[in-house]
């Protein structure tokens, strides 16, 4: 698919993955609108680029109608990623023995969950009256899982279930759009160099690191951007949920 001329949304493109996709996507000549909850974020990444934001609440159908909105505007909607999503540690019962607290399985499962569903089914029906390119094909929708969908540790049980539901609309979901020439990519991050990991001591991200099988080091952003970027170029990858990870296989803790 040709990028240049066409128009990308990227929900949590205020940092980490999300704005290095955006950058990534801008450096083809794609139009990318940043749509995150951090207003001030997003708008410094839009003005970097020279693209557009939203602020707003992926949880929320009516601010995500509104980004993708705002981002078929600039020209034809063809590509949308969603990276917004965050963690949580929990056990299923606690040391004292209590019960996994239902409002916080409940958050990360319409954060990471409800919030990807948003995005991918009101920008697939946005995509999809765009007149079709070269095999009838429309465009991409790329969403973003975690190597926790299958190598899960002690204390993400939320997060598990979460990125493992990611993992699983990703087949029927091309499915259901291959009729209308857009296909749908899973792509399941290992341990990357953002924000989240940068609030942790150097010694203890040095020993992350360490733990992946080569090279041994934090992922770059700029290596997801890269590989949405080729998704989006290469006709051919559908249907298909990509580990990039250094191949890394995580440990019980």
């Given amino acids: 698919m040709e990028l240049a001329g066409s128009s990308a949304i990227v929900t949590g493109a205020a940092s980490g993955l999300g704005a290095a996709t955006a950058r990534a996507l801008s450096a083809r000549g794609v139009h990318v609108t940043a749509f995150d909850l951090n207003e001030e974020g997003a708008r410094a990444v839009a003005e970097e680029l020279g693209g557009s934001y939203v602020a707003g609440d992926v949880t929320d159908p009516e601010h995500c109608q509104r980004a993708v909105d705002a981002a078929a505007d600039p020209g034809p909607l063809r590509i949308a990623v969603n990276c917004a999503g965050t963690g949580w540690i929990g056990r299923v019962i606690d040391r004292q023995g209590e019960p996994h607290g239902l409002a916080p399985f409940e958050f990360i499962q319409r954060l990471n ?141």
């Avoid at 209308?180 to 990357?192: D, N, Q, S």
């Fill in 113 to 253: 969950v409800i919030g990807t569903f948003n995005i991918m089914t009101k920008a697939a029906s946005a995509i999809a009256k765009t007149e079709p390119l070269a095999e009838t094909e429309r465009g991409v929708i790329v969403n973003t899982a975690s190597v926790a969908a299958f190598d899960g540790q002690i204390g993400q049980l939320a997060y598990s279930a979460s990125k493992g539901a990611v993992v699983g609309m990703t087949l029927p979901a091309a499915r259901d759009l291959s009729v209308v020439g857009i296909r749908v990519v899973t792509i399941a991050p290992g341990l990357f160099d953002t924000p989240l990991l940068g609030m942790l001591p150097e010694e203890q991200r040095h020993a992350l690191g360490q733990s992946v099988l080569f090279p041994k080091r934090l992922g770059d952003p700029s290596r997801y951007g890269d590989l949405v970027v080729h998704i989006a170029t290469n006709s051919y990858i559908n249907a298909e949920v990509i580990r990039l990870d250094g191949g890394i296989r995580m440990p019980p803790k």
